[in-house]
């Protein structure tokens, strides 16, 4: 179906316009008026969708463990493809607090149709960019991650088939090391053989871009992720840091004025505020170290 506007600068006339041809687009498809709000709000996310096929479904429902795990292990797989995104790495020790905000503003979407389907949305907002020949438009942060982790999906599959590691550790712009883990993670705590996953990009952006293709969270890519995962993590160097914080336990299990006793335990937890991961609750001092706290 074809809805012609006119050309005029009159922003009423233009209005006007807009709202007679989303009456016309409802009632040709029948569609209810909080249908048509709701379709047109989804062009501003994509969307990542999990089916859980029939034969691991109990009274067409799944344990309520098997629904948390999924969605944190995908929380932590949306915030890791973020970090690549981010810094370029593709390992490292914990998500900064811009990942980790960006992966908390995904929404969980309504279950669709036709079987138990979990639907994640990811924020790319809609394109008001002019349309220039000469210029290429500005992809949305939101697509470059879920783009990631498309293409780091489809790169399992070729390892596995090809049964070498070497698609997922040459994919640049594919898994990091804590996307593997995160999968690993899905797989061990749902306990599901195999979730279905799909992609629903925004026509927004890349319209003529096609949908990347399905995918099966399986267990068989279990050993292959884990091999990616360790491969793909180095070892930061060593840093000094100074904490400021409410010291949340101190001990020592001998004596803490003994510094030349190299064995001693001795124990600081603080919670404190990082400026690159934000808020840390209880993070552990071993000896040897030095710390200064406020007095209580």
């Known amino acids: 179906m074809?809805?012609?506007?006119?050309t005029t600068d009159d922003l009423d006339v233009r209005a006007n316009e807009a709202v007679a041809a989303l009456e016309v687009i409802r009632q040709v498809y029948s569609l209810s008026e909080p249908a048509l709000r709701?379709?047109?709000?989804?062009?501003?996310?994509?969307?990542?969708?999990?089916?859980?096929?029939?034969?691991?479904?109990?009274?067409?429902?799944?344990?309520l463990?098997?629904?948390?795990?999924?969605?944190?292990?995908?929380?932590?797989?949306?915030?890791?493809?973020?970090?690549?995104?981010?810094?370029?790495?593709?390992?490292?020790?914990?998500?900064?607090?811009?990942a980790s905000d960006y992966?908390?503003?995904?929404?969980?979407?309504?279950?669709?149709?036709?079987?138990f389907g979990l639907a994640i949305e990811s924020p790319v907002g809609f394109n008001d960019q002019a349309e220039l020949a000469f210029?290429?438009?500005?992809?949305?942060?939101?697509?470059?991650?879920?783009?990631?982790?498309?293409n780091g999906l489809q790169s399992v599959v070729k390892s596995f088939n090809e049964d070498s590691v070497?698609?997922?550790?040459?994919?640049a712009d594919g898994l990091n090391a804590n996307m593997c883990s995160e999968l690993v993670s899905i797989i061990d705590r749902t306990e599901i053989p195999r979730i279905d996953i799909a992609f629903v990009l925004s026509p927004e952006w890349e319209p003529d871009v096609p949908p990347p293709p399905a995918f099966h969270i399986d267990a068989r890519y279990r050993e292959l992720l884990k091999d990616?995962?360790?491969?793909?993590?180095?070892?930061?160097?060593?840093?000094t840091v100074t904490v400021v914080g409410r010291i949340v336990n101190l001990h020592a299990d001998l004596d803490p004025?003994?510094?030349?006793?190299?064995?001693?335990?001795?124990?600081?937890?603080?919670?404190?505020?990082?400026?690159?991961?934000?808020?840390i609750v209880s993070a552990n001092f071993g000896a040897p170290f030095s710390a200064a706290a406020p007095a209580a």
């Open 38 to 63: 709701a379709g047109l709000t989804s062009l501003a996310f994509d969307k990542i969708l999990a089916t859980i096929p029939d034969d691991y479904i109990r009274n067409e429902s799944i344990e």
């Open 65 to 98: 463990r098997a629904a948390r795990s999924y969605l944190n292990g995908m929380k932590g797989l949306i915030a890791a493809s973020a970090m690549s995104e981010l810094t370029g790495e593709r390992t490292f020790r914990r998500t900064n607090k811009e």
């Open 257 to 279: 004025d003994d510094l030349l006793d190299a064995d001693v335990d001795r124990i600081v937890q603080a919670n404190w505020d990082s400026p690159e991961h934000g808020l």
């Open 135 to 150: 210029i290429e438009p500005t992809i949305p942060f939101g697509r470059k991650v879920i783009r990631r982790i498309a």
């Open 103 to 115: 992966a908390d503003r995904c929404r969980f979407a309504h279950t669709f149709k036709g079987s």
């Open 2 to 6: 074809n809805i012609f506007f006119s």
């Open 166 to 171: 070497s698609p997922i550790l040459e994919a």
């Open 228 to 239: 990616a995962s360790a491969r793909l993590t180095t070892e930061d160097d060593a840093q």
